[in-house]
């Protein structure tokens, strides 16, 4: 079973700090994606990168930034946290062979800007 | 502008009955549709897909229908159950070398016993 796994569950930070969210897959997988996820917004596409060191801005980029040193691992950074940032964000990851780009995402990270 | 729409933000069912989930789309060159369902505090799960070429896909209880012409899809679970309740996001992707999805805002389902 293809398992991605993000660094926390929970997270509480305060305003202007710098925040890293990491996540991990285990399958190879080329593709690998953040979203945020807000109530009535649905999932937003923030970053994603095809392969190590690349990276590609998604719908949403601002305030964020991505790093991706590893295949198999891809992190989120917050440079400087804003309280309209905290969401639930969702790491994913795909394999560049499948015909209609199946994803499978981790359980999400929930964090909270004071 | 948003290519992929949920229309409906929550829908609620008996158990047992039918449950009927809608999604639009805008742009006609997307390949592939995929249902994803999430429950709280937990990541999405893949559902079932259907590509371009298709009109029906079936998995068990949950069977999607595709209507290119009217850009439409819908997700229809038979028999609904308790556990179904989640939100269900519907997604569209190009295929071939564009490895994105794009995500309607989502559908809360409700199955009441």
């Known amino acids: 079973d293809v398992k991605v796994t993000q660094s926390s569950r929970y997270l509480v930070k305060r305003t202007g700090e710098k925040v890293f969210l990491e996540c991990v897959q285990d399958?190879?997988?080329?593709?690998m994606f953040w979203y945020r996820q807000d109530p009535g917004l649905g999932l937003r596409l923030i970053y994603f990168s095809y392969d190590v060191k690349m990276k590609e801005k998604g719908d949403i980029p601002e305030g964020y930034s991505v790093s991706r040193e590893k295949k198999e691992r891809f992190s989120l950074i917050l440079e400087s946290a804003s309280t309209n940032q905290t969401s639930m964000y969702l790491c994913?990851?795909?394999?560049?062979?499948?015909?209609?780009?199946?994803?499978?995402f981790g359980p999400g990270t929930r964090l909270t800007v004071l | 502008d948003q290519q992929v729409k949920q229309n409906s933000p929550s829908l609620s069912v008996q158990e047992g009955r039918i449950s009927i989930l809608n999604c639009d789309y805008t742009n006609s060159m997307f390949d592939y549709f995929l249902w994803y369902k999430k429950y709280p505090a937990e990541g999405p799960t893949f559902l079932i897909s259907?590509?371009?070429?298709?009109d029906k896909n079936e998995d068990g209880r949950f069977t999607v229908f595709l209507n290119k012409s009217a850009k439409h899809l819908s997700l229809h679970i038979v028999p609904s159950q308790p556990g179904d309740s989640a939100v269900y996001f519907c997604?569209?992707?190009?295929?071939?070398?564009?490895?994105?999805?794009?995500f309607g805002k989502g559908t809360l389902l409700t199955v009441n016993p």
């Open positions: 997604a569209a992707t190009f295929g071939g070398s564009n490895y994105k999805l794009t």
């Open positions: 399958m190879d997988h080329e593709n």
């Open positions: 259907i590509s371009s070429i298709k």
């Open positions: 994913a990851s795909s394999f560049r062979g499948m015909t209609y780009n199946e994803q499978f």
